[in-house]
């Protein structure tokens, strides 16, 4: 499913994870495609190397966790010590890039950076954004101190003076000043694994660069944290781009702004829930009738919006894993491929809210004694979680049919995942692990993908995320989701 090309291809090709030609100055299949071949890496300016491309036998292990078919990776490369820093941005785009191939149905994630940073020059502020990040997924990854050290004293360095640039908009280039917000909010959900209140504040601290008054990307947190198509509005004039927004949608897709409207209404009556539901609220059964009444209606906008999709929308069933089969080691049942992990994502992000609707109904529904109520939806949302778990191996495996092959031959060796797939999953995985009307059985799955997100990954927040023990403020969870999606839904120029 996913061809990672061979080690001399073009860059273009590379990044978009296609098979190159060779074809030297220019591929001809950058060519065909009438889209620009971004050179070969020993060319000057180029100079871009695979930072897993050296193995090293003594270094420490990772700590040990579940085995699973698409858990137990292939052996995994480890970088020489120089090599990590050297490499640091090609690492970057090989780790947490994804590029469209087709804006018309998919942005990608980050897509676009990499000319941000070809044309900001090496030295600038979004390319040391992307050092960072690389360097903290590493670290976390590889058991290296020192390289999470290192990234810690280059971010507090970047989010001193980048601080200070945002106090002069017109000075700055708006969309590299937007890209490095968002790469030093991956960043704190890449590196902290430390206890949820630090890491809650660190986030805090790069949404509140958005928000200062003086910035150009103030966006009201409340309301926009659901918000697809434009999470953040521009409160200033983008003097380098042409359009009113960098935050787009597909050019041909009314998908993403019709769950917009469902995400709108569902803050609302999210929000009034928490009160409803609050230990210092004796609600009323009128308040609780409303809530579900009105928590019904987007239930059913919800359903609607699953059932009109386009077909290069929809998840394609390949293959199936029996109970014999998964074992304890994955969720049996079918195993779903997308277009790419922007679709997967919407997907996703779209079954996140419809359990939380549904989570609503079935808690409105006890305290009025609906039994009947319960049952039904309680089946609806064990079918969208089932949903999210057959989503799983393309997320956190390079070739979801490779793993399916693997995974019926009952085989433990699979290719390495690309860690931006489990920066993907992270908010659908806990929302379906913290919903009440999914089985215990599954949520206790949905927890333990999490912990090897983190553990395997490298990505810091996926263990607070997967630990049940620990329950985050719905701020914290919000905050991060909207830093992840301001990064899959900038709109290339």
């Known amino acids: 499913m996913v061809n990672y090309g061979v080690s001399r291809g073009c860059e273009t090709c590379k990044r978009r994870r296609k098979k190159c030609d060779e074809t030297r100055p220019t591929c001809k299949t950058c060519a065909k495609l ?16 695979n930072a897993t491309a050296v193995l090293t036998e003594n270094l420490p292990s990772r700590p040990d966790v579940e085995a699973s078919l698409y858990h137990s990776v292939s052996k995994k490369l480890i970088p020489a010590d120089d090599q990590v ?10 780790d947490y890039v994804v590029i469209s191939q087709d804006p018309t149905v998919s942005r990608g994630f980050l897509d676009g950076v990499d000319r941000l940073i070809m044309s900001a020059g090496e030295s600038s502020n979004i390319a040391q954004a992307a050092r960072i990040v690389a360097l903290g997924g590493a670290a976390n990854r590889f058991g290296r101190q020192d390289l999470l050290d290192k990234s810690r004293s280059m971010y507090g360095a970047l989010l001193g003076s980048f601080r200070k640039m945002l106090l002069y908009p017109a000075t700055g280039n708006t969309m590299e000043s937007l890209m490095t917000v968002v790469l030093l909010g991956i960043y704190e959900i ?13 986030v805090a601290g790069v949404a509140a660069l958005l928000n200062m008054e003086s910035s150009p990307f103030k966006c009201n947190t409340s309301t926009h944290k659901f918000q697809l198509h434009d999470p953040l509005h521009i409160s200033s004039p983008l003097r380098d781009v042409g359009c009113s927004s960098v935050l787009c949608v597909p050019d ?6 019709s769950l917009n409207g469902i995400f709108e209404k569902f803050a609302t009556w999210f929000h009034r829930a928490e009160v409803l539901f609050s230990d210092a609220y004796s609600a009323s059964c009128t308040e609780i009738c409303e809530l579900r009444d009105n928590a019904t209606l987007l239930d059913t906008e919800c359903c609607k919006w699953a ?33 790419d992990l922007y679709v997967a994502s919407i997907w996703n992000t779209y079954r996140k809210t419809h359990l939380m609707v549904l989570d609503i109904i079935c808690k409105c529904s006890e305290r009025l004694g609906s039994s009947d109520i319960i049952r039904q939806k309680q089946l609806d949302a064990e079918r969208i979680a089932e949903a999210i778990a057959a989503s799983i191996p393309f997320h956190l495996t390079a070739d979801a049919e490779q793993y399916l092959q693997y995974a019926q031959a009952g085989s433990m060796d699979v290719s390495p995942p690309r860690p931006v797939g489990g920066l993907l999953l992270l908010h659908p ?8 009307a999914v089985s215990q059985e599954l949520r206790d799955f949905m927890y333990q993908q999490l912990e090897w997100i983190g553990k395997v990954m490298g990505i810091g927040q996926a263990g607070l995320l997967g630990n049940p023990s620990i329950h985050l403020p719905w701020d914290y969870v919000a905050e991060g989701h909207l830093l992840i999606w301001a990064g899959m839904l900038i709109r290339p120029v």
Do not use: M
């Open 34 to 49: 009438s889209i620009t071949c971004l050179g070969y890496r020993n060319e000057p300016g180029y100079v871009f190397r």
């Open 85 to 94: 820093e050297r490499d640091a941005i090609s690492s970057f785009f090989d």
């Open 190 to 202: 890449i590196s902290d694994i430390d206890t949820n209140g630090k890491h809650a504040a660190h």
């Open 252 to 257: 041909s897709n009314p998908s993403v702004l």
């Open 307 to 339: 059932v009109n999709q386009k077909d290069q929308w929809l998840p394609r069933t390949i293959g199936s894993v029996t109970v014999e089969q998964a074992g304890t080691s994955c969720w049996p049942g079918p195993v779903d491929t997308f277009f």
């Open 429 to 436: 995985l806990h929302t379906a692990a913290r919903c009440t």
